[in-house]
């Protein structure tokens, strides 16, 4: 339906408006953000991504990067212009074929002006030349493209991919990828999925990857660097490539002897999860300072200070849960983040108990009794922690323990039938903390707002657990279970 308002003097201008084509009046700019109150200029809106296709150089010596976007996309509303969320430079922009004008607002919009306004629901190519040196673009204050001494990496959460394409920004607007970078031959390209192809002309080296199923513009990641990559397929026949930098000094051994086992941990976490919803698994290990890891699609980021005391199968363990909880089922919005670090922390609880070092009890029991009433860990609420609390201590281990009380409450039967059934629910798909709620409650017939309500809505420590005393007066191994707890992320 097209809306038209006939203001006052619109008759006599009649003449000026025989100029614009009859349906402009109607059509409205997007929306510069997706309606995140988190982060309220993050994603846009008035259209969905279907599908974005990368073709680029990279020169690590003065980190330029260049190329062409190209982004199949669908309108949801009469659209005037829309806005990308991007930070490089922009030299051309066609919307379906035709040259579009364009300008930047805000801290990362690239506001595009189509030649003629788009109607809503229909499909669009965009397409965006672009170049720039990412090192030296920031918004809001930060940069997170990562500079190695060998290349760049693009992998940060939730902000990543205004430094290497533009994009609508946000886990709602899911997409598939062709990724598809030039390097200077000797170095390599890193991105998710699968690699399509390698092509070498003129000194240069072309590394094609694929993702195929629906990913979050923050889970595509890309590293340049020199690379030694490995291939195997997991007993359960999940392909893997991993990727170490060759630069990584003592820490190569330990990141090798934990990220070798991404093929046995898969198979291991698919027994609880269900089948793993991806068709390529592995993880990368550039030579970065920062100290994180992370989720992203198919190929995890692995910081080499993850292996700076020696093999950590469990960072492997919570990135790879993280495939199912997070990157297959996606969040609707960044409140819901317990959807991933919650079940992430948890799966590592799981590992935990089965390498004897401690049981998901007694490591619920652990955190529970190492933060009094009044540490300020119990004042973030792990339900809706706010943007500056999103990675606090409490959404990881508050989170996990708020999963053990689940399952203490709908009973073990039925808690594995969520954990297993819930990446089904909503595979390649996006779900809030309600909707868990909602479908915990099918599962196991049992009414659990009261428990969601204490465990992750409540500022405040949850009193009068049932806990395993026996645990905490004498547990296995304290020094044991606090490594676990507080090496999980
Ligand atoms: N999601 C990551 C994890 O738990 C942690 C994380 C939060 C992160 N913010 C980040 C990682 C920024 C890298 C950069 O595994
Ligand atoms: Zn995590």
Same mark, same amino acid.
Request: aromatic share 12%; net charge negative.
């Given at each position: 339906?097209?809306?038209?308002?006939?203001?006052?003097?619109?008759?006599?201008?009649?003449?000026?408006?025989?100029? !614009?084509?009859?349906?402009?009046?109607?059509?409205? +700019?997007?929306?510069?953000?997706?309606?995140?109150?988190?982060?309220?200029?993050?994603? /846009?809106?008035?259209? @969905?991504?279907?599908?974005?296709?990368?073709?680029?150089?990279?020169?690590?010596?003065?980190?330029?990067?260049?190329?062409?976007?190209?982004?199949?996309?669908?309108?949801?509303? =009469?659209?005037?212009?829309?806005?990308?969320?991007?930070?490089?430079?922009?030299? %051309?922009?066609?919307?379906?074929?035709?040259?579009?004008?364009?300008?930047?607002?805000?801290? &990362?919009?690239?506001?595009?002006?189509?030649?003629?306004?788009? #109607?809503?629901?229909?499909? !669009?190519?965009?397409?965006?030349?672009?170049?720039?040196?990412?090192?030296?673009?920031?918004?809001?204050?930060? /940069?997170? *493209?990562?500079?190695?001494? =060998?290349?760049?990496?693009?992998? =940060?959460?939730?902000?990543?991919? *205004?430094? *290497?394409?533009?994009? /609508?920004?946000?886990?709602?607007?899911?997409?598939?990828?062709?990724?598809?970078?030039?390097?200077?031959?000797?170095?390599?390209?890193?991105?998710?999925?699968?690699?399509?192809?390698?092509?070498?002309?003129?000194?240069?080296?072309?590394?094609?990857?694929?993702?195929?199923?629906?990913?979050?513009?923050?889970?595509?990641?890309?590293?340049?660097?020199?690379?030694?990559?490995?291939?195997? $397929?997991?007993?359960?026949?999940?392909?893997?490539?991993?990727?170490?930098?060759?630069?990584?000094?003592?820490? #190569?051994?330990?990141?090798?002897?934990?990220? %070798?086992?991404?093929?046995?941990?898969? =198979?291991?976490?698919?027994?609880?999860?269900?089948?793993?919803?991806?068709?390529?698994?592995?993880?990368?290990? +550039?030579?970065?300072?920062?100290?994180?890891?992370?989720?992203?699609?198919?190929?995890?980021?692995?910081?080499?200070?993850?292996?700076?005391?020696?093999?950590?199968?469990?960072?492997?363990?919570?990135?790879?849960? &993280?495939?199912?909880?997070?990157?297959?089922?996606?969040?609707?919005?960044?409140? /819901?983040?317990?959807?991933?670090?919650?079940?992430?922390?948890?799966?590592?609880?799981?590992?935990? %108990?089965?390498?004897?070092?401690?049981?998901?009890?007694?490591?619920?029991?652990?955190?529970?009794?190492?933060?009094?009433? @009044?540490?300020?860990?119990?004042?973030?609420?792990?339900?809706?922690?706010?943007?500056?609390?999103?990675?606090?201590?409490?959404?990881?281990?508050?989170?996990?323990?708020?999963?053990? %009380?689940?399952?203490?409450?709908?009973?073990?039967?039925?808690?594995?039938?969520?954990?297993?059934?819930?990446?089904?629910?909503?595979?390649?798909?996006?779900?809030?903390?309600?909707?868990?709620?909602?479908?915990?409650?099918?599962?196991?017939?049992?009414?659990?707002?009261?428990?969601?309500? $204490?465990?992750?809505?409540?500022?405040?420590?949850?009193?009068?657990?049932?806990?395993?005393?026996?645990?905490?007066?004498?547990?296995?191994? *304290?020094?044991?279970?606090?490594?676990?707890?507080?090496?999980?992320?």
């Amino acid at each position: 339906m097209h809306r038209r308002i006939i203001a006052p003097g619109a008759l006599a201008a009649a003449s000026l408006m025989l100029a !614009i084509p009859a349906s402009a009046a109607s059509h409205s +700019p997007g929306a510069p953000g997706i309606g995140d109150p988190y982060y309220p200029a993050y994603g /846009n809106g008035g259209y @969905d991504v279907s599908h974005y296709d990368l073709r680029l150089k990279y020169q690590p010596a003065t980190d330029e990067l260049s190329g062409t976007a190209t982004i199949l996309a669908r309108t949801t509303q =009469d659209l005037s212009s829309f806005d990308l969320d991007f930070l490089l430079d922009v030299s %051309e922009v066609r919307v379906n074929g035709a040259k579009a004008s364009f300008t930047t607002s805000g801290q &990362h919009e690239l506001v595009v002006t189509p030649r003629t306004p788009l #109607d809503k629901g229909t499909p !669009i190519t965009v397409v965006v030349r672009y170049s720039g040196v990412p090192s030296t673009k920031s918004a809001y204050g930060f /940069n997170t *493209w990562h500079r190695t001494p =060998d290349g760049a990496v693009a992998a =940060d959460e939730p902000e990543a991919a *205004w430094w *290497w394409y533009p994009s /609508n920004d946000h886990p709602l607007d899911k997409a598939t990828y062709d990724v598809s970078v030039a390097v200077p031959d000797g170095t390599q390209a890193i991105s998710n999925g699968t690699l399509q192809s390698t092509s070498s002309q003129l000194g240069w080296t072309r590394y094609s990857w694929r993702q195929n199923k629906p990913q979050a513009t923050y889970l595509t990641t890309l590293a340049m660097g020199k690379f030694d990559i490995t291939t195997s $397929t997991s007993e359960g026949g999940v392909p893997v490539v991993n990727a170490y930098s060759k630069d990584l000094g003592d820490n #190569d051994g330990a990141a090798r002897a934990s990220v %070798e086992r991404t093929g046995e941990l898969v =198979d291991w976490l698919s027994g609880y999860f269900g089948p793993y919803p991806f068709s390529s698994a592995g993880g990368y290990v +550039p030579n970065t300072t920062t100290g994180y890891a992370l989720e992203t699609q198919t190929r995890v980021y692995y910081s080499p200070k993850q292996f700076a005391k020696g093999s950590n199968a469990s960072v492997v363990v919570h990135e790879l849960a &993280h495939q199912w909880y997070g990157d297959s089922v996606s969040l609707k919005g960044w409140k /819901n983040i317990w959807l991933n670090e919650g079940f992430a922390t948890y799966a590592q609880w799981l590992w935990s %108990e089965h390498e004897g070092e401690g049981t998901t009890q007694e490591l619920a029991d652990y955190v529970y009794a190492s933060h009094p009433a @009044d540490d300020a860990f119990w004042t973030v609420k792990p339900g809706d922690p706010g943007p500056d609390h999103q990675f606090d201590d409490a959404v990881y281990d508050r989170g996990a323990l708020a999963i053990q %009380e689940l399952r203490k409450t709908v009973g073990d039967d039925a808690f594995f039938a969520i954990l297993k059934g819930w990446p089904q629910e909503h595979a390649y798909g996006n779900a809030s903390i309600a909707d868990f709620q909602a479908y915990a409650e099918k599962v196991s017939g049992k009414s659990l707002g009261a428990l969601f309500d $204490t465990w992750l809505f409540q500022p405040s420590k949850p009193a009068g657990v049932a806990l395993a005393k026996s645990a905490v007066v004498q547990p296995r191994s *304290w020094k044991k279970i606090a490594a676990a707890v507080d090496g999980a992320h």
